[in-house]
Every structure is written in C-alpha cells, then in structure tokens.
C-alpha cells in the first residue's frame, strides 16, 4: 500500500506595458507520483534488462518557469514566450550490479535523475479583412538530463521543431460558411536519449519529419444547426508523432452536425 503526497502550486504576474502589449510571467510547482508500471514491473525489458520492482519510489518533481509577451489591435494578435523545466527525483532505470541466471542485467527504478527542458512558444493571428483571418504557431523545445550512469544526455521523447500555419475564410452570404485550409509540420527528431534509442516505438536514427494538408469546412445554417466537415491528411502522408507507439491515421473524413432546441 502506497499513499504518495505531494504539493502543488502556481504563481502567475502580468503587467500592462501600454494599450494591446501585456507582459506576462509564470512559475509553478508540479509533481507526478510513481504508477503502477514504475512501482511493480517485473521481467523481461528491451537492452538485455530484467526489471525487479521497488515499492519505495517517490514523486518526480518540477519546477517550471515561463515569460512571454502579448500584444493585440484591430488586425493583429501576436504572443511570444520562453520557458524553462526543471525537473528533479527523475524516475529511471538503473543497473543494481547483478544478472539473471540467463544473463540479462537486472534493472530497478529509482529516484536519481534530473532534467532540464527549455524552449519557446510563438504564435500569430492577422485580421487581414472581415471575412479572412490567417494564423500560425511554432514550438521549439530542447531538453538534457543529468543520467547517474551515463553524464549528460539528451532528454526522453522530446518533440521536434514543429507548428501549424492556416487560415480561416468566412462567406457571410446569410447563413456562414467557413472555409479552413491549415498545414501541421515537424521536423526531423534525430536528437535521441539512451532510452529512446532502444524504444521500439522510435525507428533507429529518429523519427522523420512530415507535413499534412487538412481542410475544414463548417456551415452554421441557422442559429441553432451547424454543420461540418472535416479532411485530414489529404496527401496520404505515412507518418507518427515523435514517441508515439502507433503512426498517425492517412487520409481521413469526419462529419458532424449540432442541432439546439
């Protein structure tokens, strides 16, 4: 039995440069409490391993900072924002100097590693007339962890280069019509931490980069019935999130209709 406490919290600071600009801060405190893979996995792991289970684990705990700046008028929307993770009491396996009988090397999770992740957020929205709006954000974020066995490496599993660039077109003729045609892009994940170079869910060498082509399409016929259409993938493009055990799905359709009475 395992009653695993934590404290949690945030602290959160904005400031009013001028009309439309907003200076924003962010620091909180988060936890995650081992779960029951962490705690009681026992066997057979990928590298030779054989995991034994260690009740006694403990909360990861990180510290996250952020600052940003925000701005708005008539045709513009604008944010742009840095941050910073620390993370600390890591959950990670770690050789215990002892082998099974047929020689796999026996492996317990412990409370030793720490991780740094930074990066930035941006995104944009133009107004570039009543009827046509254009928008985009990009993300970038680059971590390292301080591995007891191994130095610095790379962090696990983080994501590429990646964003989102669209715009949305409304057809104002009575009933509304909105046309939304946006591209998802991520580059190449080449940058591999120890663990993920032995994931089977990450192809050796990384995970390759991909664009989509998505459109959607909703009609609001009244004001109470909506109706929608949505196409994903359109170019069929073979691919999966970067730490993702499945690949993405390839052309897809979905159709919705909403009615309030």
Do not use: C
């Given at each position: 039995?395992?009653?695993?406490?934590?404290?949690?919290?945030?602290?959160?600071?904005?400031?009013?440069?001028?009309?439309?600009?907003?200076?924003?801060?962010?620091?909180?405190?988060?936890?995650?409490?081992?779960?029951?893979?962490?705690?009681?996995?026992?066997?057979?792991?990928?590298?030779?391993?054989?995991?034994?289970?260690?009740?006694?684990?403990?909360?990861?705990?990180?510290?996250?900072?952020?600052?940003?700046?925000?701005?708005?008028?008539?045709?513009?929307?604008?944010?742009?924002?840095?941050?910073?993770?620390?993370?600390?009491?890591?959950?990670?396996?770690?050789?215990?100097?002892?082998?099974?009988?047929?020689?796999?090397?026996?492996?317990?999770?412990?409370?030793?590693?720490?991780?740094?992740?930074?990066?930035?957020?941006?995104?944009?929205?133009?107004?570039?007339?009543?009827?046509?709006?254009?928008?985009?954000?990009?993300?970038?974020?680059?971590?390292?962890?301080?591995?007891?066995?191994?130095?610095?490496?790379?962090?696990?599993?983080?994501?590429?280069?990646?964003?989102?660039?669209?715009?949305?077109?409304?057809?104002?003729?009575?009933?509304?019509?909105?046309?939304?045609?946006?591209i998802d892009f991520a580059s190449q994940q080449d940058r591999l931490s120890?663990?993920?170079?032995?994931?089977?869910?990450?192809?050796?060498?990384?995970?390759?980069?991909?664009?989509?082509?998505?459109?959607?399409?909703?009609?609001?016929?009244?004001?109470?019935?909506?109706?929608?259409?949505?196409?994903?993938?359109?170019?069929?493009?073979?691919?999966?999130?970067?730490?993702?055990?499945?690949?993405?799905?390839?052309?897809?359709?979905?159709?919705?209709?909403?009615?309030?009475?």
């Amino acid at each position: 039995r395992i009653e695993p406490t934590d404290l949690t919290g945030d602290f959160h600071a904005s400031w009013e440069l001028q009309t439309g600009l907003r200076l924003m801060a962010n620091a909180g405190r988060g936890f995650r409490p081992p779960n029951i893979f962490d705690l009681g996995a026992l066997g057979s792991r990928p590298g030779n391993r054989f995991n034994v289970p260690n009740p006694d684990l403990q909360p990861e705990s990180v510290y996250s900072y952020d600052l940003g700046i925000k701005s708005a008028s008539s045709e513009w929307e604008t944010e742009l924002f840095v941050f910073y993770s620390d993370y600390r009491d890591k959950i990670t396996s770690v050789f215990t100097g002892e082998t099974t009988p047929e020689g796999r090397l026996i492996v317990r999770s412990e409370n030793l590693n720490q991780a740094e992740l930074y990066g930035v957020e941006s995104g944009f929205k133009w107004h570039a007339h009543e009827t046509l709006e254009l928008y985009g954000v990009l993300n970038y974020i680059h971590g390292e962890e301080q591995d007891v066995s191994l130095g610095t490496v790379p962090a696990d599993r983080v994501p590429p280069l990646n964003g989102r660039l669209g715009l949305v077109y409304t057809i104002a003729n009575g009933a509304r019509l909105h046309l939304q045609p946006w591209i998802d892009f991520a580059s190449q994940q080449d940058r591999l931490s120890p663990r993920d170079q032995e994931d089977p869910r990450i192809k050796p060498g990384g995970t390759p980069g991909y664009t989509t082509f998505n459109l959607l399409v909703s009609w609001q016929a009244s004001r109470r019935v909506e109706l929608g259409l949505r196409l994903e993938n359109l170019s069929d493009e073979n691919y999966r999130e970067h730490g993702s055990g499945v690949d993405a799905a390839g052309r897809n359709i979905g159709i919705w209709f909403n009615a309030l009475y």
